[in-house]
């Protein structure tokens, strides 16, 4: 069974602090995904990575980076969180060579910025 | 880009009732998924079915993909079924790897 994990299942941190969401897959997929999920928004992609070291904005970047040194892990970064990056977090990966796979999520992080 | 929607956006079944979700998308895709997601926010894959039919339990679905649409069948429910159903697709050359989640179908299934 494919296994992705995330770092922290609630998350409390304070406006300006820099945070780090961890995400780990064992499956040795390539692709690999960080999402945001706010009621009434729906899941909105933050930023995906095609393999190590390559990385891509997807449709809200501004405010997040991310980090893929190693294949099986994708962090994403608040470089100084604000009270806007609220939210549920989803990490997902997928296993690609050109067709499409299926998606796996992990269980989600609800960060809370006071 | 592509769009999707899903309806309805929420339904209200009582235990045993069947149901029929539906996802719209607009341009053909290679790569469709539906999820359910627990009350606890886990995303959990029911179908990867790009076309046509598949079964699972009390689950099945089918995507006619020459019509752009695919419908996600819940037989007998039960209040474990409660959650949202999200519908997503992609399709590898144009879109890159990203799918393209509608805004889901909230499901509330009363004992």
């Known amino acids: 069974d494919v296994k992705v994990t995330q770092s922290s299942r609630y998350l409390v941190k304070r406006t300006g602090e820099k945070v780090f969401l961890e995400c780990v897959q064992d499956?040795?997929?390539?692709?690999m995904f960080w999402y945001r999920q706010d009621p009434g928004l729906g899941l909105r992609l933050i930023y995906f990575?095609?393999?190590?070291?390559?990385?891509e904005k997807g449709d809200i970047p501004e405010g997040y980076s991310v980090s893929r040194e190693k294949k099986e892990r994708f962090s994403l970064i608040l470089e100084s969180a604000s009270t806007n990056q609220t939210s549920m977090y989803l990490c997902?990966?997928?296993?690609?060579?050109?067709?499409?796979?299926?998606?796996?999520f992990g269980p989600g992080t609800r960060l809370t910025v006071t | 880009g592509i769009q999707v929607e899903q309806s309805p956006p929420d339904l209200i079944l009582q235990e045993g009732a069947n149901s029929t979700l539906r996802c719209n998308f607009s341009?053909?895709?290679?790569?469709l998924q539906w999820f359910h997601q627990n009350p606890w926010g886990q995303l959990i894959n029911l179908f990867y079915?790009?076309?046509g039919t598949k079964q699972n339990g009390r689950l099945s679905a089918t995507t006619v993909a020459t019509e752009r649409y695919s419908l996600l069948y819940i037989s007998s429910s039960q209040t474990t079924d409660s959650g949202v159903y999200f519908c997503?697709?992609?399709?590898?050359?144009?879109?890159?790897?990203?799918?393209?989640f509608g805004a889901g179908t909230i499901l509330r299934v009363k004992s």
């Open positions: 997902a990966s997928r296993k690609t060579s050109g067709r499409a796979y299926e998606q796996y």
């Open positions: 499956m040795d997929h390539e692709n």
């Open positions: 990575s095609y393999d190590v070291k390559m990385k």
């Open positions: 341009d053909s895709v290679n790569n």
């Open positions: 079915i790009p076309s």
């Open positions: 997503a697709v992609g399709r590898t050359m144009e879109y890159g790897n990203k799918l393209v």
